[in-house]
């Protein structure tokens, strides 16, 4: 089951739901790390598509980033916080082949943020993309199978 999610301000408390429906407690919905805010959700993981539409609902989009700054900061208040997973971000190849932009500005990945030897579109069907990690710190992004479950961020817009 998802979070619930509302329409609410940026520093608003709100209830999230577990799985069985047991309220989690209220917590901050967007966390500023910067000059930006994230909701960062640490227990449920869904498919690219549906993260990117929850995040929607909250008047937000999948994280994207504008510079390294933005990907020091994000990762180091990450593994501070010990949120070492697969998250997935905005970017994605699915309107052109090849062509990895931050959804939905279109704006191209032009940062060097891939881990090596990525994207690389194993079997023709890895279309989304995932900061990924080694166990301890996040070590770039990665293409990945859109249908995959991770966690996510979603990012209010400036």
Known sequence: MASTVQPIGNNTNFTVYSP???????????????????????EVTKNWHDAYATCRQMGAHLISFDTADEWVQVTNYLVKNKIISDIWTSGSELAIQGNHVWFPTTDPIALNLWKPGEPNNRDGVEHC???????????????????????????LSN
Do not use: W
């Not at 989690?24 to 966390?31: A, D, I």
């Open 129 to 155: 993309d995932v900061m990924t990690h080694d166990g301890s710190v996040f070590t770039g992004l990665n293409d990945v199978r859109c249908d995959r479950f991770f966690k996510y961020i979603c990012q």
């Open 20 to 42: 069985t429906n047991a309220a989690l407690g209220p917590r901050p919905l967007f966390t500023q790390i910067g000059n930006k805010f994230y909701f960062i959700e640490t």
